[in-house]
């Protein structure tokens, strides 16, 4: 069983950055990034495919995050910038044994247990 760690998570004022990581434990191929806000459903934030030649992101991030990953070191990042109070919520980075990159939650297999990102306006 892979697991998977994040870290970077914390508390920044509006118009910051934060940059997550997620180390995985043993190999995974595409990995994801999701958030959970209070009172709302996981969503996808961004994807990536195993190689890191194809990637997705949801409309309400698209131009101020940016997901990568290192395969080297098992490691996927999640770059955050122009952070609004919008984007709080508990992000989850999660890993999947397919190649390519999925957006829907039932397509992942492996989670980890979350990072808090507050953002204060």
């Known amino acids: 069983q892979v697991q998977l760690v994040e870290s970077g998570g914390g508390l920044v004022q509006a118009g910051g950055s934060l940059r997550l990581s997620c180390t995985a434990s043993g190999r995974t191929y595409a990995m994801g990034w999701f958030r959970q806000a209070p009172g709302r459903e996981r969503e996808v934030v961004a994807a990536i495919n195993w190689s890191g030649g194809s990637t997705y992101y949801a409309d309400s991030v698209k131009g101020r995050f940016t997901i990568s990953r290192d395969n080297a070191k098992n490691t996927a990042y999640l770059q955050m910038n122009s952070l609004k109070p919008e984007d709080t919520a508990v992000y989850y980075c999660?890993?999947?044994?397919?190649?390519?990159?999925?957006?829907?939650?039932?397509?992942?297999?492996?989670w980890g247990q979350g990072t808090q990102v507050t953002v204060s306006s």
């Open positions: 999660a890993g999947r044994r397919t190649r390519q990159a999925g957006i829907q939650i039932y397509e992942y297999d492996y």
